[in-house]
């Protein structure tokens, strides 16, 4: 069986391509996003006879549209790693991932603007929920592979009556009294003083 053609052969079979105008092709991919929504670049001939192979905005739209911001220097760190380690553009007024090429490259710029853009898209996965609820199952996994017993999701009346929550209690044992714990994935000066 000829694997490298059956794969090209899917891939031709699921691609579609669409005159926009004179100058403009949409090309839609089998290559499915975190929505399971088709990627989709557009191919533009410019004046000089060169290519711009684009996204037309709609990965950092859709982050933004979702509440992730790529300003924040970590961020915005990996998101400029990425863009360097392909050779993407960036167009921060109209938020395009974009390349530029000759005709002899299309092919391979394309390949790269997709791979970038599935790259840039996972980014959402660092957004602060997604990533403190990884981390909430990590302690989990840490407490059930060492047999430490807990409970889950206390909330608990102070002295002051305000109440207090805590992702974690640990019973109290021989060793131990109860011990109730906060979580941070990231402890800092004003963190440990607000815990």
Not at 38 to 61: A, C, E, M, P
Not at 147 to 162: A, H, M, N, P
Not at 165 to 182: A, G, T, Y
Request: charged share 25%; aromatic share 10%; proline share 2%.
């Amino acid at each position: 069986m000829d694997h490298i053609t059956n794969y090209l052969n899917w891939l031709k079979t699921n691609m579609t391509q669409t005159q926009i105008d004179p100058t403009t092709v949409e090309i839609t991919t089998p290559f499915l996003d975190r929505h399971n929504d088709y990627t989709q670049i557009y191919i533009k001939i410019l004046d000089d006879g060169q290519l711009r192979i684009s996204d037309n905005g709609y990965i950092v739209d859709d982050l933004k549209m979702c509440g992730i911001s790529l300003k924040g220097e970590k961020r915005n760190l990996i998101f400029h790693q990425i863009l360097n380690g392909r050779g993407i553009r960036y167009n921060d007024k109209t938020d395009e991932l974009f390349i530029i090429c000759d005709r002899s490259q299309i092919a391979e710029s394309q390949h790269t603007l997709l791979q970038g853009m599935l790259d840039i898209n996972d980014m959402f996965y660092l957004n602060t929920d997604t990533v403190t609820s990884v981390f909430y199952e990590d302690v989990i996994d840490f407490f059930d592979s060492n047999e430490i017993y807990y409970s889950q999701d206390i909330k608990v009346t102070g002295k002051s009556g305000l109440s207090h929550d805590f992702p974690f209690v640990l019973q109290k044992n021989k060793n131990h009294p109860e011990r109730m714990i906060k979580l941070s994935n990231r402890l800092d000066k004003n963190e440990a003083e607000r815990i």
